[in-house]
């Protein structure tokens, strides 16, 4: 039976409809370092203005971030700032996943130039598969497999 | 001090300058699910050769996928089939990630299109943080820090 809707099955494809575009996940990097204004955004990135905005705001529709205002100084200007919902949260493990790869397969000389931490301990974490029973399952060990078609 | 190359300091943005091209992360999931041959590949995809073509000599050249010749019946044109290397098989993880992503955020009403599976046990896993000593740690308890310049 046909998908109801003229959104795609696979959900790589859903996921890569809205985070697949020049620019998306750099952008989202930004905002986890603490870049939430326009200007920061813009600045970090070195980004046509109409092309940030363009993606900021497809980033807001998909629900991954949330847009505020700020003023500051009192009586200046209003101004945008952009925060992550909890849905663009869970997005750092992909950034995480792409961080990792690219140390693991592609590392430059002088050694990464950020590290994945835990929070409340310091600790070093890195991205894996995990079982139900919290278990941590070797990447070769993993494969996809179709539901059936109900 | 700059960066000795040319190519840029952060992992994420190294492997974005691969990986980070429209199509080149569906390529990979019609390789994963079986689809080895060009021709395997187009129709799966519905994508022009001349893109896929350039697509798949960038991922060659990145060390993620390795050509193959094969001749089938023997005496027939030779063909090329296109297999994962080790960095490839590791980027599963990355395609995972968006898989969740999409099934948990933007979930299609029929459930999930596939399932990720331990393949010596059948056993269900999700992609996740873990810390040195095994044991997974929540995202939102996880941050990038800097490496100290050196």
Known sequence: ???????????????LGLLGERWTLLILRGIYSGCYRFSELQATLDIASNLLSTRLKTLEAGGVIRKLDYQMPAGSRRRASYHLTPAGEELRLILAAFQQWGDDNCPRPSGPSAF?????????????????????????????????ES
């Not at 039976?1 to 696979?10: D, G, V």
């Not at 974490?125 to 060990?141: C, L, M, P, Q």
């Open 116 to 148: 994945r931490r835990q929070r409340s301990t310091g600790q070093a974490v890195h991205v894996g598969f995990i079982d139900d029973e919290g278990r941590e399952v070797a990447v070769s060990d993993v494969h996809f497999v179709a539901a059936p």
């Open 1 to 15: 039976m046909p998908h109801p809707s003229n959104e795609p099955s696979c959900s790589i494809e859903r996921s």
